[in-house]
């Protein structure tokens, strides 16, 4: 029998969100469990972290070049070949969604046969000029939902918090009402429903921990208690070297410092976010198990990007530090329905890339490899026996950006970082030095290193329509989009 995957997302995740990435402060009892008997991906980047192109991504098995997307900006377009639901539709499994597409229109499926959406505050669908097919009021089943349950006058910004803010306080309603619930509710809900006869591929994409970082009270407050002690690190040199010494200006901005309470109490926020997910999931186990389905799972889980929480003075996404691009990938099979437990390596070092999930989910459901795309399966990485040598040695990863715009290639344990308007060049071995802290760029040890990476970018670069690259150099301030024009290719 064809086993079941569930495919789970939470957006904005960073890797080391996760006590058993030596996180002493923060709890994921369910996490924890999936990496102590499954398998931890410790090398797993968004190569452009920012939801919109990390999901493309992800949802084709296509390259950032290949999908177009270098930069968030919505109304791209997604009628890519190989599409994550079509792929498990196409195999005869019985494909749900369930909480943040993030794709457009907003109701496009990718495949799946039915989609129960929440894509969190979007700014695209909140215009009231907007025709209804396009708006919120018709996007968003979370939303009408907490309207039917809790009054016609209820909204997702009654708490006041803005969704790219580092603002943080508790969830104003009941818990059972929060988006996080909602996702496993729903997700509960088509266990009942489906198709016995059929395996099914079931997609649990979380909004949180992305802001609003608005944990229910009891994960708030958790946390608001055991990270009383905490510090904020010492920025000032790190962030006068790059001009990101200046004191935090609105509430939505991209650098500045904040203060120790507002620092306290974003992480309370986003770590209560975090615990939430984490015990919701459990509760979904503890379900699946009561249907008698568990052993006949695969659970993988993932997310889009990370989220820089005041590292260098810097929030959100976008950036091409670990904070925002490194994130979690781990596989949990607790029937042993890939191989043999004594076969499997439980930690998995090679760099693996979002572009990688279509694939391995798809061959983790039923041994079958998908053609044409970038992305390659990671199941193969999981044994012991297997031979390397061919697997990917170096990713190049991009972001549009505005004055932060920037290119980075990661050759373990280097990432060289060239910020595409300034100019500026940064070299960080994360091996020794995780927090990206001493830029090694001007340290003639590490010349020769500075040099080899910066050659790969160029040749990555240099056939690019942005004009990169004259003379085999790198060419700073030029202009760029957040679509190359092969994304005009995938039109519906």
């Known amino acids: 029998m064809r086993k079941n995957i569930v495919f789970v997302m939470a957006d904005q995740f960073r890797y080391d969100a996760i006590s058993k990435h030596d996180n002493s402060y923060i709890s994921t009892p369910t996490f ?23 999901r493309a991504s992800l949802l084709s098995g296509l390259s950032q070049e290949n999908t177009g997307m270098v930069g968030y900006e919505e109304g791209a377009n997604w009628n890519f070949p190989h599409q994550l639901g079509k792929e498990f539709a196409n195999r005869r499994y019985y494909a749900k969604a369930v909480g943040k597409m993030h794709v457009s229109n907003p109701r496009k499926r990718m495949g799946f046969h039915h989609v129960e959406l929440h894509d969190g505050y979007l700014h695209a669908t909140r215009k009231s000029y907007l025709r209804k097919d396009r708006s919120y009021i018709s996007t968003d089943d979370y939303y009408n ?25 508790e969830f104003n309603y009941e818990e059972k009402y929060h988006p996080t619930n909602w996702v496993v509710s729903r997700a509960i809900d088509f266990l009942r429903k489906r198709d016995t006869t059929e395996p099914f591929f079931l997609y649990m994409s979380f909004v949180r921990p992305h802001s609003p970082y608005d944990p229910p009270r009891y994960y708030f407050d958790m946390y608001m208690d055991e990270l009383k002690d905490i510090k904020k690190r010492d920025l000032s040199k790190r962030a006068r070297d790059l001009g990101l010494d200046k004191n935090i200006d609105k509430i939505d901005a991209l650098t500045g410092s904040i203060t120790e309470r507002d620092y306290r109490r974003m992480l309370a926020g986003y770590f209560g976010s975090v615990t939430h997910i984490d015990h919701q999931l459990n509760r979904f186990m503890i379900k699946l198990n009561e249907y008698d389905l568990l052993e006949d799972t695969i659970f993988v889980f993932t997310s889009d990007h990370g989220d820089m929480l005041a590292d260098h003075n810097l929030y959100r996404k976008g950036f091409a530090y670990q904070g925002s691009t490194h994130i979690p990938l781990i596989v949990y099979d607790p029937g042993e329905n890939i191989f043999k437990k004594e076969d499997m390596r439980k930690k998995i070092d090679n760099i693996v890339e979002l572009r990688d999930i279509l694939p391995s989910l798809v061959d983790f459901a039923t041994g079958e490899k998908v053609e044409n795309i970038d992305g390659v399966s990671v199941k193969s990485l999981m044994k012991k026996d297997y031979d390397d040598t061919n697997w990917r040695k170096v990713l190049h990863g991009e972001h549009v950006l505005g004055e932060f715009s920037n290119q980075f290639i990661l050759k373990l344990p280097y990432k060289y970082i060239w910020y595409t308007q300034s100019g500026i060049e940064q070299l960080f071995d994360i091996q020794k030095d995780p927090t990206e802290d001493n830029n090694l760029i001007d340290d003639e040890n590490y010349k020769d290193i500075a040099d080899n990476l910066r050659n790969i970018l160029i040749d990555n670069l240099k056939e690019r329509e942005e004009g990169f690259v004259k003379d085999n150099k790198l060419i700073k301030g030029v202009k760029q989009k957040p679509f190359l024009s092969i994304n005009e290719k995938y039109k519906d």
């Not at 708490?159 to 803010?165: A, D, P, R, W, Y």
């Open 145 to 169: 939902w907490l309207k039917e349950n809790l009054g016609n006058d209820a909204d997702i910004i009654d708490n006041g918090l803005e969704c790219n803010s580092w603002v943080a306080r």
């Open 32 to 54: 924890d469990q999936w990496i102590n008997e499954g398998y931890d991906f410790t090398n797993c980047y968004s190569a452009t972290p920012t939801c919109i192109p990390a």
